[in-house]
């Protein structure tokens, strides 16, 4: 496949259907060369065909798809020495190579002489021009005249200076303008203080409806909470009062039963079952008898 694209002829070709890549041919009369600059992106370096001769410079990459095509002679006809053996240099896609120049340099162009010409006579015109010497006159009359006409201009000048100036704005008009400000000035602030005014008085109507609330339900749960406890005691009052008339309503059934003498002869002193029990119990000589306990 190599042979087959090296075999490419560019004379069958027509260079003027192929783009010319952007490039730069340069003098560089320090190094005594000619720089060349080609920009070849994204084409491999053996489809790139370099040729340079002593007169011209052939680059082409027929080759390659992207297909560009440079032929020109080097600035100012200038002849180099360059041939089969010329290295080139292909970096980040930017072709580099240089060309010893083996004819005379040329000449600076006339044009920069030119321009500096020019930048001459400009310094020259910036310059301020010199004062013409005046040639001494012979006749008095006429040094007399010219006197009376410079005293006349001189006056007319001095009138024309001393016009005062058409003043576009006034003293009236700047005080308008500055009572305009400030009127406008004040007007925002007011409103900006109304604006901040009424946030606060929002804020304190908030805070006192919340208040309210709070109080409000601080009260009913109080209230809810002495309810619960009136019925509760209501309750065990009634509870009580009805034990009470349990207990009567059985004493006025039952009669009351005297206490029954003992194997020995004492009485029972205890009460009945249902009577509720005491701290201490007292003795009366009427149902105790006391009898005497011989000796064994």
């Keep these: 496949r190599r042979k087959k694209l090296a075999n490419v002829s560019v004379e069958d070709m027509d260079p003027s259907s192929y783009e010319t890549p952007p490039y730069s ?36 990459t027929l080759r390659y798809s992207k297909k560009y095509y440079v032929k020109t002679k080097y600035p100012n006809g200038v002849k180099v020495s360059a041939g089969e053996d010329t290295e080139a240099e292909l970096e980040n896609g930017i072709l580099r190579a240089s060309f010893p120049i083996t004819s005379e340099l040329p000449e600076v162009a006339p044009e920069a002489t030119k321009v ?22 012979l006749k008095k009359d006429k040094a007399k005249e010219k006197t009376q006409l410079n005293a006349d201009s001189e006056d007319d000048s001095d009138q024309e200076t001393a016009k005062p100036k058409k003043q576009f704005v006034t003293k009236q008009s700047a005080l308008d303008l500055i009572d305009t400000v400030t009127e406008a000035v004040e007007d925002n602030i007011n409103k900006k203080l109304a604006k901040e005014q009424a946030k606060m008085d929002w804020q ?25 406890i009136q019925s509760l005691n209501q309750q065990k009052k009634q509870k009580k009062k009805a034990k009470r008339d349990l207990e009567t309503s059985e004493d006025a059934d039952e009669p009351a039963e005297l206490p029954v003498p003992n194997e020995l002869g004492l009485k029972s002193i205890l009460r009945n079952k249902n009577t509720p029990s005491k701290g201490h119990i007292s003795f009366s000589p009427q149902l105790v008898q006391i009898k005497a306990i011989p000796r064994v």
Excluded at 31 to 43: S, Y
Excluded at 214 to 223: A, D, G, L, T
């Design 204 to 228: 304190a109507e908030r805070k006192s409806v919340r208040e309210k609330r709070k109080k409000q339900k601080e009260n009913k749960k109080k209230e809810e909470i002495d309810s619960i």
């Design 25 to 60: 041919l340069k003098i560089n009369r320090v190094t005594k060369t000619v720089d060349l600059r080609c920009t070849l992106h994204k084409i491999p370096p053996l489809l790139i065909t370099f040729e340079p001769t002593p007169d011209h410079l052939l680059l082409h």
């Design 116 to 137: 500096l010409g020019k930048r001459k006579k400009q310094k020259q015109q910036n310059s301020p021009p010199a004062k013409k010497q005046k040639k001494p006159e």
